[in-house]
């Protein structure tokens, strides 16, 4: 039988938000390649060969997974939410090379943690958005800011990926108070923390009351545009911006 790679996505954490298409993957699997955590979600039976790796050896892992294909084997590479953000799905693509053409790679997507948040915590994400990756291990963080400030003067409704981690804790708190100048201090923010897990809290406050410890590298970080609100227990960011000035300040 030739060998195949899926790069899949396991959801942001529960089993239910597995999708049947990643499940039928991981069912015909011989190998299940990723980082420690990720690979732990799979149960093990025999015939199933798990290769947990460390989080900095993402180029390795990938390359392990596409000579295991190359020889016949099937291979799963899991992340967690979805292979594409911010995950092993560029990773593979990265180390294809002309001669893969031929072997079968696909990636299968998954339920990323922002839109899983999102919906726990109503719409806050409800027009037009971004996703940022707070940390600043594959990119300069100059250009964190960069990208932080122009999405909040664009008035973006805003997710914020690996928000804050113990080796970098002071760059959130920069971020607070880059988003505090730019949206000001009664825009809302929520933190969603292990979402879909047994850990899962979610609290929305305004800019003016965050404080950095409310997220760590479990936590996306969700900020509404300028016209965000409450409905009850909910956040959103609603459907439509009026035609007029920017209602976040800058000249249409
Ligand atoms: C390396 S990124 C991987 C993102 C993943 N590929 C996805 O699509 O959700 C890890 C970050 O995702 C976010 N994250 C992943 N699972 C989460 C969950 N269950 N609840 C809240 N945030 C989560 C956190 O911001 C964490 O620092």
Redesign the pocket.
């Known amino acids: 039988m030739s060998g195949w790679v899926k790069v899949v ?1 396991l959801g ?2 529960a089993e239910t938000m597995v999708t049947p298409e990643v499940t039928a993957a991981l069912d015909a699997a011989t190998d299940i390649v990723g980082y420690i955590p990720y690979v732990a979600r799979v149960a093990p039976r025999a015939g199933l060969t798990l290769h947990p790796s460390d989080n900095r050896v993402e180029a390795e892992r990938a390359r392990a997974a596409l000579d295991m294909a190359r020889a016949g084997r099937r291979v799963v590479v899991v ?5 594409g ?3 092993m799905a560029a990773a593979v693509l990265e180390v294809l090379t002309p001669a893969d053409d031929t072997l079968d790679v696909q990636v299968l997507p ?1 339920i ?3 839109l ?2 999102a919906a726990r915590a109503g719409a806050p994400l409800g027009h037009d958005f971004c996703a940022i ?1 707070l940390s600043d291990n594959l990119k300069p963080w100059a250009l964190v800011e960069r990208r932080l400030r122009l999405a909040a003067e664009a008035d973006f409704a805003m997710a914020f ?3 804050r981690s113990k080796s970098r804790p002071e760059g959130f708190a920069k971020v607070l108070g880059i988003l505090r100048d730019a949206c000001g201090p009664d825009r809302l923010i929520t933190f ?6 047994p850990d899962e809290r979610l609290v929305t406050v305004t800019l003016a009351e965050a404080r950095p410890e409310m997220a760590d ?4 970080v969700l900020v509404t545009n300028s016209l965000g609100r409450r409905a009850g227990r909910f956040v959103y960011s609603p459907r439509s911006v009026p035609a007029g000035p920017d209602p976040a300040g800058t000249p249409a």
């Open positions: 996505g942001p954490g992340s967690s939410g979805d292979p953000v911010f995950a998954g990323t943690a922002m899983a948040a990756n990926y690996n928000p969603a923390r292990a979402v879909s897990t590298m479990r936590t996306v």
